[in-house]
């Protein structure tokens, strides 16, 4: 459930203090970097034959947002004890200042928290400056990793999405492995479906299909029987999280980027001609077809109105949907369909996503003890078990997406699995991975909003792009 903070300045004020620390030093290529055990790595010390008991009457400190997932691990954690003997103590804080929390804990240098939820993203802010541990030498090293975990069986986009050489511009999937994906999203179009059945609609396969389906639900779903009913929602607020799920989804499969990288420097690409071209149809589909008040607009609101059918479509996280969509959730549960979302002009299902992650602090005292809890986080057992008895989904290891207990509980959702199927393979992130990254999509939202409200697409995202070349460049 991606309901990323709605205001993110003291998050990147604090992050930017942290800016001048020395850097982690990247290594190797390939999941979890190369062969050769990183210098210096506390993993390195672990040897003999691997033991979950290793580290018994150690107690690990976790932090945590709060969040279904937490929830399903919360309720599992007696098990990850009576495995290892390992004790866990953790503190769940709200989405609105949780980063703030870690931010500053990290920062500190105080290692008050030896592992922690994190999204994929703030690799990009928490890598350089080295507060991160390194989980490739733990992945490497089979006496600290169980062969059961198998690494084989993650979804490999999501393992690389969390692989980085720390270098801005520098492809993901290389370098350190900085995190684990633990849960994630994938941006699709859900739609209600009485609605689409009264109004003789189909999912839309193209962009021009979906601002049409948007306008033709708004302009005839309230004299259908459905009062007050608008096209599709999409978020709105002044907020990077405002690009990432739909827009961005839709911005990729149009074959768009948001820099391009020559020699290591990047330049903003927001501004060329098919970027301000699409830049305007998005804002068009929004004004026509989307919601009153759209500038308020976060995964809140858009999932919430999909759910009271108060928007006939939702372009965001599956997840979003999905927690509508579950029997008796909402006046609309029963009559949610999921669908991939238009295609790109070429074909292309190319889609963004969300990944919640779990690092650990390059701080922590309890290293070993650390990398059995974010094993056990991320194995099997207990994720199936989340999958299954809670509503962790998506599943980020591909035996859960296949496991016949999981399609079980899944397939009374019209379109869940096979649209998940479809887009798994096409789901990358989609954004050039540098520390700006926050300050950058938020700016790129104002634009956004700018647009709206009348602006010159060409001239705001020209400015927009000035204004980032200084800034990333």
């Known amino acids: 459930m991606d309901t990323h903070v709605h205001d993110r300045r003291r998050f990147l004020a604090l992050t930017a203090a942290a800016a001048a620390t020395p850097l982690l030093a990247a290594c190797g290529a390939g999941f979890g970097g190369d062969d050769n055990k990183s210098e210096g790595s506390a993993a390195d010390d672990v040897t003999g034959s691997f033991d979950w008991r290793r580290e018994k009457g150690t107690t690990v400190k976790a932090l945590l947002n709060k969040h279904p997932y937490t929830d399903a691990l919360v309720a599992?954690?007696?098990?990850?004890?009576?495995?290892?003997?390992?004790?866990?103590?953790?503190?769940?804080?709200?989405e609105?200042?949780?980063?703030?929390?870690?931010?500053?804990?990290?920062?500190?240098?105080?290692?008050?928290?030896?592992?922690?939820?994190?999204?994929?993203?703030?690799?990009?802010?928490?890598?350089?400056?080295?507060?991160?541990?390194?989980?490739?030498?733990?992945?490497?090293?089979?006496?600290a990793t169980g062969a059961e975990w198998d690494q084989a069986d993650f979804f490999?986009?999501?393992?690389?999405?969390?692989?980085?050489?720390?270098?801005?511009?520098?492809?993901?999937?290389?370098?350190?492995?900085?995190?684990?994906?633990?849960?994630?999203?994938?941006?699709?179009?859900?739609?209600?479906t009485d609605v689409f059945r009264k109004l003789g609609l189909k999912p839309a396969e193209t962009f021009d299909e979906l601002r049409d389906i948007a306008r033709t639900i708004k302009r005839k779903a309230p004299g259908a029987g459905f009062d007050g009913m608008y096209g599709i929602a999409v978020r709105g607020s002044r907020s990077w999280a405002t690009i990432h799920p739909g827009f961005m989804?839709?911005?990729?499969?149009?074959?768009?980027?948001?820099?391009?990288v020559a020699d290591g420097k990047l330049t903003p690409a927001m501004n060329t001609p098919e970027a301000v071209a699409f830049t305007e149809?998005?804002?068009?589909?929004?004004?026509?077809?989307?919601?009153?008040?759209?500038?308020?607009?976060?995964?809140y609101q858009c999932s919430s109105d999909l759910g009271a059918k108060k928007a006939g479509m939702l372009f965001d996280?599956?997840?979003?949907?999905?927690?509508?969509?579950?029997?008796?959730?909402?006046?609309?549960?029963?009559?949610?369909?999921?669908?991939?979302?238009?295609?790109?002009?070429?074909?292309?299902?190319?889609?963004?996503?969300?990944?919640?992650?779990?690092?650990?602090?390059?701080k922590s005292k309890k290293k070993s003890a650390s990398w059995l809890f974010l094993q056990w986080a991320t194995g099997k057992e207990h994720l199936r078990k989340s999958a299954i008895t809670h509503n962790h989904i998506d599943p980020v290891r591909k035996s859960i997406a296949d496991d016949a207990a999981y399609k079980d509980k899944m397939k009374h959702l019209p379109g869940?699995?096979?649209?998940?199927?479809?887009?798994?393979?096409?789901?990358?992130?989609?954004?050039?991975?540098?520390?700006q990254f926050f300050d950058a999509t938020t700016s790129w939202a104002a634009a956004l909003q700018e647009i709206y409200g009348g602006g010159s697409a060409?001239?705001?995202?020209?400015?927009?792009a000035g204004d980032l070349a200084d800034k990333v460049g």
């Not at 954690?77 to 769940?92: N, W």
């Not at 869940?416 to 520390?435: G, L, S």
Request: avoid cysteine.
């Open 249 to 260: 989804t839709m911005y990729a499969r149009n074959g768009l980027k948001d820099f391009t």
């Open 317 to 362: 996280a599956d997840t979003a949907a999905y927690f509508q969509a579950v029997e008796g959730a909402s006046p609309a549960s029963g009559k949610i369909a999921f669908h991939p979302g238009p295609k790109g002009p070429d074909g292309s299902l190319a889609t963004n996503m969300w990944i919640w992650s779990l690092g650990m602090n390059a």
């Open 281 to 299: 149809d998005w804002a068009g589909m929004v004004k026509q077809g989307g919601p009153p008040s759209w500038t308020s607009y976060t995964w």
């Open 458 to 464: 060409r001239s705001v995202l020209d400015g927009l």
């Open 76 to 94: 599992d954690l007696k098990s990850f004890t009576e495995k290892t003997g390992i004790k866990v103590e953790y503190d769940v804080f709200p």
């Open 416 to 435: 869940f699995i096979e649209t998940f199927e479809t887009v798994v393979d096409q789901t990358k992130i989609q954004f050039t991975p540098q520390a």
């Open 96 to 143: 609105d200042n949780y980063f703030d929390k870690l931010t500053v804990d990290l920062s500190s240098g105080r290692a008050s928290y030896d592992v922690f939820m994190l999204g994929a993203y703030m690799v990009w802010q928490y890598g350089p400056p080295g507060w991160l541990e390194d989980l490739g030498p733990w992945m490497r090293n089979s006496s």
């Open 156 to 192: 490999p986009n999501l393992l690389q999405a969390d692989q980085w050489s720390l270098k801005a511009g520098a492809p993901l999937g290389q370098g350190g492995q900085y995190a684990l994906p633990w849960g994630w999203e994938t941006n699709v179009v859900a739609y209600n």
